[in-house]
């Protein structure tokens, strides 16, 4: 029977060896030569592995216990008879082929290598698409052989493994991730009850809530004496006349009424109105009204009640879900101010860099939070952690990366004199500094505001829910990463 590539010229003499006193093959004839014998390789391999590990139990790799399991009950299973090893299986083949040809050039072992990985059946077990198994064989192949002209064959095994995760982490399943929320998705949830489990502000309308005006009375009292002695004042002329009116309205109601969850939403939002009230000065700096001021803290403490209303206060309704709505509504409420504060800032930013360029990115992002670091009080509910990370947008890059991208007077002096101390030979490293540092302070100012607004964002019912979400969608990713491991070490070279 014709033996493999037997109609090329053998050396004389009894003694068969192939290929030799033949010149050197190109580079395609040493691959179109590997490719065969390096299939034969990797389906021998494939189907050998569990003879070769019955046969020499300590080849067993290094595995996850799980699955290290698995193989001494296959091994124990399989003790009765002796499994064929890829040795024999190999041999077997070579007796139809011929001896199986070796690679002679660098793309021709790297060819091989390929080829073998992606023939070994031990390559297509487990989960995961034909696809990503396919780019995931040949990518550990590549790096198998890269790792093996490094450090041989432990560098082989090595590069294996990294060759066939970094394919399946580039290409593979993702572990499904909750979406952080948007200012105006927290707002929605808030108002419309979108997303929300209780149905925000309109959940809580139609709980059918009543309460005790008798009872509720004392409580507006309480408001309007605090707010009192913070010097907000009421009547025609008081500083607070609109808040502090809205407050006692709750104190007089009319007789046989009660105060309806509709009538504290209405007080809500006109409190929520006025708190958003401006006065600008004639230096043109704008500043919160007086009753704005007043309506915030008015506003904190209508919250605090609504979400704790004493039993005795409730005439009728369904209390526990007007507590559930107000209080998930008023979570991602806060959350929406406090996301769209770092998000107003953010889009500032980048509104003034593309009207003055001159002035990086990340010293404009740097401007815009500057009054938040310097002024704690205009950090109202930020964690210590979220004021950290507010810190961090101020410090990213440092001030030597700010300094060498800028194109301030101070920075161009710099640039001159380091050209001119060396004869112009620094200029083209100076513009190239200017512009890495430019690049870089901003790209590393530009990742700690946006860490800012998700910290912010994801403090808040609303990505706390789409967290539950994600967890309980069903996903493969770990189990198809972990067999990607696996199958690249068991397919080592």
């Known amino acids: 029977m014709p033996l493999m590539f037997d109609d090329l010229p053998q050396p004389e ?83 139809v082929t011929g001896p199986l040809y070796e690679a002679q050039t660098t793309p021709g072992r790297y060819a091989g290598a390929a080829t073998e ?92 809530l009543e309460l005790d005006p008798t009872k509720v009375a004392p409580v507006a009292y309480g408001i309007e004496q605090r707010l009192n002695a913070k010097g907000f004042t009421g009547g025609p002329n008081g500083t607070a006349k609109g808040t502090l009116g809205d407050i006692q309205s709750l104190q007089q ?45 008015a506003l904190n403490d209508l919250r605090s009640y609504t979400e704790n209303i004493p039993a005795s206060h409730i005439v009728a309704g369904d209390a526990r879900a007007y507590s559930n709505a107000i209080n998930e509504a008023n979570a991602n409420y806060a959350a929406a101010m406090r996301t769209k504060s770092a998000e107003d800032r953010i889009f500032r930013a980048t509104r003034n860099y593309e009207s003055r360029p001159n002035v990086t990115y990340g010293s404009q992002l740097k401007n815009q939070f500057r009054g938040q670091v310097n002024y704690p009080e205009r950090t109202p509910g930020f964690t210590q952690a979220e004021r950290e990370q507010l810190y961090k947008v101020n410090a990213a890059g440092g001030k030597v990366v700010d300094l060498l991208g800028s194109r301030s ?67 493969n990713a770990a189990a198809v990463r972990n067999a990607a491991l696996i199958r690249s070490l068991l397919t080592a070279r």
């Open 13 to 95: 003499g009894n003694k068969r060896l192939m290929f030799d006193d033949l010149p050197a093959p190109s580079v395609g004839q040493d691959i179109a030569k590997t490719i065969p014998s390096a299939a034969v390789r990797g389906v021998t391999s494939g189907l050998g592995l569990f003879g070769d590990l019955q046969a020499k139990p300590e080849l067993a790799p290094s595995a996850p216990g799980t699955f290290t399991s698995y193989l001494e009950k296959a091994r124990n299973f399989l003790e009765p008879p002796q499994l064929p090893t890829s040795a024999t299986l190999r041999g077997a083949a070579e007796k």
């Open 117 to 208: 990985s992606l023939t070994n059946p031990i390559s297509y077990l487990g989960p995961g698409s034909v696809p990503l198994k396919l780019a995931t064989a040949a990518t550990s192949g590549l790096t198998g052989q890269a790792g093996e002209d490094v450090a041989g064959k432990p560098g082989a095994i090595v590069g294996s493994v990294l060759g066939g995760a970094g394919a399946n982490r580039v290409l593979g399943p993702r572990a499904i991730e909750a979406a952080t929320p948007k200012a105006a998705e927290l707002k929605a949830a808030a108002q419309q009850g979108t997303e929300s489990q209780f149905g925000g502000y309109q959940g809580a309308l139609t709980s059918g």
């Open 253 to 297: 109601p009319p007789a046989n009424s009660t105060i309806t969850a509709a009538n504290l939403d209405t007080l809500r939002t006109t409190l929520g109105r006025r708190a958003s009230e401006t006065t600008t000065n004639a230096a043109g700096v704008t500043r919160p009204t007086q009753d704005a001021l007043a309506a915030r803290d």
């Open 409 to 475: 007077i101070p920075a161009m002096t710099v640039h001159g004199l380091a050209g001119l101390g060396t004869l112009g030979l620094s200029v083209p490293f100076s513009v190239a500094a200017n512009y890495g540092s430019r690049k870089l302070g901003s790209a590393l100012t530009s990742r700690q505001a946006d860490k800012l607004a998700e910290m912010l964002a994801q403090r808040s019912p609303l990505y706390q829910s789409r967290e539950l979400a994600a967890a309980a969608t069903p996903n």
